[in-house]
């Protein structure tokens, strides 16, 4: 599976960005879908996780800032990120694991990255 991350940008800190990610669309089944950020200080951390059912966690410091959603009929998730600080300035990848039926039994789950997006948030 193949995912496009999107939706970064500059903003300044106190303000809202929606970050997208699409898989492509094929045989596989997209199950768990996943947000993850970096920056040059620290390593990869993860932010939010959405099964297909859509159970969502958090990272504690993103919690009740940032609301983490997808459209299974798109294969797309969704990261709404409000009230941004400067320490959430980072190069936000999404993550998504997948398989599919090969008529016998389930095969995978096989683990994609996308290219990352910029989020900036200045203070």
């Known amino acids: 599976v193949q995912l496009q991350a999107s939706g970064g940008g500059l903003v300044q800190a106190g303000g809202s960005l929606r970050l997208s990610c699409a898989a492509s669309?094929?045989?596989?089944?997209?199950?768990?879908m996943a947000w993850y950020r970096q920056t040059p200080e620290k390593e990869r951390e993860l932010v939010a996780t959405i099964t297909r059912a859509g159970a969502t966690n958090y990272a504690d410091s993103v919690r009740g800032r940032f609301t983490i959603s997808r459209d299974n009929t798109k294969n797309t998730a969704f990261l709404r990120m409000n009230n941004l600080k400067p320490e959430d300035t980072g190069v936000y990848y999404c993550?998504?694991?997948?398989?599919?039926?090969?008529?016998?039994?389930?095969?995978?789950?096989?683990?994609?990255w996308g290219q990352g997006t910029l989020v900036t948030v200045s203070s």
């Open positions: 993550n998504a694991d997948s398989g599919y039926y090969n008529g016998t039994k389930y095969v995978g789950p096989f683990p994609s």
């Open positions: 669309r094929n045989k596989f089944t997209v199950n768990n």
